[in-house]
């Protein structure tokens, strides 16, 4: 996982590795946004590719690309990708916050079938 952010006030940038998003043959939710911020102005979005979730042969490989308006009013790019070290098929996938709850929203998948 690495991010890359902006302040609103253009005074701070930066670009960086998150040791703490790496999974590493883990078990948890993986995390896919930093710190989405809870004002009316912030938000966060993304994209999820997973490939050949139904395949029973081979693990599947996924990456994230996700922006959002970030608490302290930055707007953050972060970048995930990974594999979930399972040749079983994929039939469930799961969104959540750490804390709080999603109020909004649209998910959509493709290429589903």
Do not use: C
Request: aromatic share 16%; net charge negative.
């Amino acid at each position: 996982m690495f991010t890359a952010n902006q302040r609103e006030s253009d005074g701070d940038h930066a670009l960086g590795y998150v040791v703490a998003g790496d999974q590493a043959q883990g078990t948890a939710f993986q995390q896919i946004s930093r710190e989405p911020g809870g004002d009316a102005d912030q938000s966060t979005v993304g994209t999820l590719w997973l490939f050949n979730p139904s395949n029973t042969t081979y693990v599947k490989h996924f990456y994230v690309t996700d922006n959002e308006a970030f608490q302290g009013d930055y707007t953050m790019s972060t970048y995930v990708a990974g594999y979930f070290n399972v040749t079983a098929a994929i039939t469930n996938i799961q969104f959540k916050f750490s804390s709080g709850n999603i109020t909004a929203g649209t998910f959509k998948m493709y290429g589903v079938g």
